[in-house]
């Protein structure tokens, strides 16, 4: 388990202590920290802590400040991994800090069943200030603290995390986000934390960068064509994918944006029988049938999606709530790939049954907490490849 928490006028102790009773924290874990400058901003000091050797589906309660002013706070670890091992994951995307982002997170606190965040990128939105205002990535990381101190969120990296800015001397790209967010991807022998894995109860997910090269040879590409082949579908069925750029997308933003991505990698999804794909960028919500779109070659003109149920159902979830507003011109008519399409904020939970079963629902902001808008059971295509009965 990685911690992160940041102290602004001193360095301080980057110790943890831990422990399964909150009053005796037996145990401690060194950490390290950092800072970084950015225009006319300097960081705090960005603490970086990795507790080992945890006990699988234990609480854990956790300090930071020792020696200073010490704050408290628990997680609850994973199960085992294993293929019939329930869990159940939150979905969020393009959050930012206004008035949705918090019905958002409200709303997705209110929603229990969630045991880990995977987020599908773009945090902060400093970058939509004047000078890449990184305060705005102080004050985000308060925002989130209520959840983020409490459970893992898996990271995915969008495009307001580039954070490339030559204007004002800023040529290193994601600087902030490499700073503030630390992800275990070495664990998965990638060579940047911009795409990497992680194994959770009966899911391996894998994560991958939009903005970061992919074209073949590249880092990204090779990482990902080692990777695929090391996934145990008895050991993890379900085969997940997180990125920001959607691939399958009908509205009328950031339209065709993920296209050559797409070209790179369906046919490995395909050929891996990938269960679903998360993606964000477009400020709305929109789920698709199982398709695919990789008979096409130069000659033979076949460039449209065909129904595929050795596919992924390509969800995009970037209706968080940030300050740039909803995504709301849509494409008409409603392309055959598209099964469910709304521009409303809200969240997504993903809830794995088993093996063969998990459930899917997506929730309005504006809606009852237990209403699903869109919810779809999702059968595992390694383990019960046949066709899937969505609700909306």
Known sequence: ????????????????????????????????????????????????????????????????????TVRKFWFTTPPKVGPDVPYTFGLIGDLGQSYDSNMTLTHYEANPKGQTVLFVGDLSYADNYPN????????????????????PWIWTAGNHEIDFAPEIGETVPFKPFRHRYHVPYRSSGSTAPFWYSIKRASAYIIVLASYSAYGKYTPQYKWLEEELPKVNRSETPWLIVLMHSPWYNSYNYHYMEGESMRVMYEQWFVENKVDVVFAGHVHAYERSHRVSNIAYNI????????????????????DGGNLEGLASSMSEPQPSYSAFREASFGHAVFEIKNRTHAYYSWHRNQDGDAVAADSMWFYNRYWKSVDEIPSA
């Open 1 to 68: 388990m990685i911690v992160s928490w940041v102290t602004e006028a001193e360095p301080g102790s980057s110790k943890i202590l831990y422990g399964t009773d909150n009053n005796k924290l037996l145990f401690s874990a060194e950490g390290k920290h950092t800072r970084y400058k950015f225009y006319n901003y300097t960081s705090g000091y960005i603490h970086h802590c990795t507790i080992r050797n945890l006990k699988h589906d234990t609480k854990y309660y956790y300090a930071v400040g020792i020696g200073h």
């Open 132 to 151: 890449h205002d990184n305060v705005r990535w102080d004050t985000w990381g308060r925002f989130v603290e209520r959840s983020t101190a409490y459970q």
């Open 299 to 318: 000659v033979n003109g076949k460039c449209k999606p065909v129904r595929d149920e050795s596919a992924p159902v390509y969800i995009t979830i970037g």
